[in-house]
């Protein structure tokens, strides 16, 4: 029996570890942090601008996913 636990464990063990659960401890939610954010956002978006990016404004109204025509499928299935 512990020969078959011992090979399970070895098959398994090599195995990509699994996706670790965020824990909300309040620490990304501090004034702190926040401002580290802001200003590694800034850091970036500087860098971005230096490099030759542009940014553009764009309208509140805008979406990228436009609503779609509901369709129905009432009555489509064969007789």
């Given amino acids: 029996m512990s020969e078959e636990i011992e090979?399970?464990?070895n098959e398994y063990s090599n195995s990509e570890p699994k996706a670790v659960k965020h824990i909300d401890d309040?620490?990304?939610?501090?004034?702190?942090?926040k401002q580290t954010i802001r200003r590694q956002l800034q850091e970036d978006i500087e860098l971005f601008l230096k490099k030759g990016g542009s940014?553009?404004?764009?309208?509140?109204?805008?979406?990228?996913d436009p609503p779609k025509k509901p369709s129905s499928n009432y009555g489509s299935r064969p007789i």
């Fill in 7 to 9: 090979e399970y464990n």
């Fill in 26 to 33: 309040g620490s990304d939610r501090s004034i702190s942090s």
């Fill in 55 to 64: 940014v553009q404004r764009v309208g509140t109204h805008i979406t990228a």
